[in-house]
């Protein structure tokens, strides 16, 4: 069993950033890959970003890319999201997730957190 818990989240302009940080607990963090997600009011939880256990593979959603950054500290069972250009469309519930899938972007998660509240004001 892993426990996930997120913090960072917050309220920030339009052009500000954010760091996103996920903690892990229980079975062996740096086994798992971990992704962050996101889900906005009357919307559906779309994929933001994962990082593959050993942090030497990323992948990003499109919305995202060259503005968020993911990665992580094993030695801290730690992952971030760190989140650049914030804009208003950004807005949602952030969650963190971890995986054991061997596939590559994993296409199942297994343990997720509670999410935290970021808002982007225009």
């Known amino acids: 069993q892993v426990q996930l818990v997120e913090s960072g989240g917050g309220l920030v302009q339009a052009g500000g950033s954010l760091r996103l940080s996920c903690t892990a607990s229980?079975?062996?963090?740096?086994?798992?890959?971990m992704g962050w997600f996101r889900q906005a009011p009357g919307k559906e939880r779309e994929f933001v970003a994962v990082i593959w256990w050993t942090g030497g593979s990323t992948h990003y959603a499109d919305s995202v890319k060259g503005r968020f950054t993911i990665s992580r500290d094993n030695a801290k069972n730690t992952d971030y999201l760190q989140m650049n250009s914030l804009k208003p469309e950004d807005t949602a519930v952030y969650y963190c997730?971890?995986?054991?899938?061997?596939?590559?972007?994993?296409?199942?998660?297994?343990?997720w957190g509670q999410g935290t509240q970021v808002t982007v004001s225009s």
């Open positions: 229980g079975r062996t963090f740096p086994g798992y890959a």
């Open positions: 997730a971890a995986s054991r899938d061997d596939s590559w972007p994993p296409l199942k998660y297994d343990y």
